[in-house]
């Protein structure tokens, strides 16, 4: 069964220094998301993408993050300069563009990111 | 605005007793509902949908959620619940097609033997 892919699963990182998350989406999918999900609270959006351009984004998406879809396969976010606040699990999901609009998300297993 | 609201924390039951997990929403329109679990170290997996139609949904697992709009919940339900039920279970609403899902703040379930 096709999954939603995440690299790392874990990293740790200086305040103030540059992330990277992976994801490969499933492969028929054509809308692409970023959540968080800071421990012990609910999961948070970031980000939408479909097309290749943002189609929404939260207020917590701010200029320090970006994402990108360098190729066909793969979906990153990056954050620029990170802050301890930062810290959380981050989750990659996508979903079909087929008619349903309201087909659900696969997400990945999520990237632990720890800013010390 | 859209809120998506479950009001219990944890919920404990015993192997083979009924397992409900209850979610309230808030949203202008019809409204769109998901549930998805959560494994230790593991993302959020989907379990069952409401869209339209039949208030009663059956999903993955053996779970199954009710739709009930005069009191506008949407709580999932399992007959018998099993101790690898145990996991953190998510209520959510998507806010327009295609768009974000907006979370409750999960609730954790503990099924003892």
């Known amino acids: 069964e096709p999954e939603v892919t995440q690299t790392p699963s874990h990293q740790v990182t200086q305040m103030g220094q540059e992330v990277i998350l992976r994801c490969v989406p499933i492969?028929?999918?054509?809308?692409f998301y970023w959540y968080r999900q800071i421990l012990g609270q609910k999961v948070e959006f970031l980000v939408s993408f479909y097309n290749n351009e943002i189609s929404e984004k939260s207020e917590i998406f701010d200029d320090q993050f970006s994402v990108e879809r360098p190729d066909g396969s793969n979906f990153t976010l990056k954050i620029r300069s990170t802050k301890l606040e930062d810290s959380a699990m981050y989750f990659c999901?996508?979903?079909?563009?087929?008619?349903?609009?309201?087909?659900?998300?696969?997400f990945g297993p999520g990237t632990r990111l720890t800013v010390l | 605005a859209q809120s998506v609201a479950q009001p219990e924390d944890q919920v404990n039951v015993a192997e083979g007793n009924p397992l409900t997990v209850k979610c309230t929403y808030s949203v202008s329109g019809n409204p769109y509902l998901f549930w998805y679990v959560q494994y230790p170290n593991r993302g959020l997996q989907f379990l069952l949908k409401?869209?339209?139609?039949?208030?009663l949904v059956k999903g993955s697992y053996g779970f199954e959620a009710e739709f009930n709009k005069s009191q506008t919940s949407f709580h999932l339900k399992k007959p018998s619940a099993l101790v690898s039920d145990s996991a953190l279970y998510f209520c959510?609403?998507?806010?327009?097609?295609?768009?974000?899902?907006?979370f409750g703040g999960g609730t954790r379930v503990l099924v003892k033997p």
């Open positions: 999901a996508s979903r079909q563009g087929t008619s349903g609009a309201y087909n659900e998300q696969f």
């Open positions: 492969s028929n999918h054509l809308y």
């Open positions: 409401y869209i339209t139609g039949d208030n």
């Open positions: 959510a609403a998507p806010r327009a097609a295609g768009n974000k899902l907006t």
